[in-house]
């Protein structure tokens, strides 16, 4: 797998770093979420649980990938600014079990 951070910005109002970035994954699957937080935590030094994955573009007929992601420097940050469902996507809220 290769990935490839395109650009990257520091956003201080929102205390986070936003990135653009490429994963050419030829002979593998698509990489999942947790794949693509994984790599973007190693490539940056930063912490899994931080890393947000906004969104993922794979474009047709090719084994390449595309997307954004948000890291956080605190989890309550993450917490404060982004909405449930990304949360939830990137696992850093559970939902509540009905009863």
Do not use: C, W
């Not at 994954?25 to 649980?49: C, H, M, Q």
């Amino acid at each position: 797998m290769n990935f490839k951070i395109v650009d990257s910005v520091e956003n201080k109002i929102l205390k986070r770093k936003e990135i653009r970035y490429t994963v050419e994954f030829e002979g593998s699957p698509t990489p999942s979420r947790d794949v693509i937080r994984e790599l973007v935590a190693r490539n940056t030094n930063s912490n899994k649980e931080l890393v947000i994955v906004d969104h993922n573009h794979q474009l047709t007929g090719l084994y390449k990938l595309t997307g954004y992601v948000k890291i956080y420097s605190k989890k309550e940050d993450a917490m404060l600014y982004e909405p449930d469902y990304e949360l939830f996507r990137n696992h850093l809220k559970e939902k509540e079990a009905k009863q």
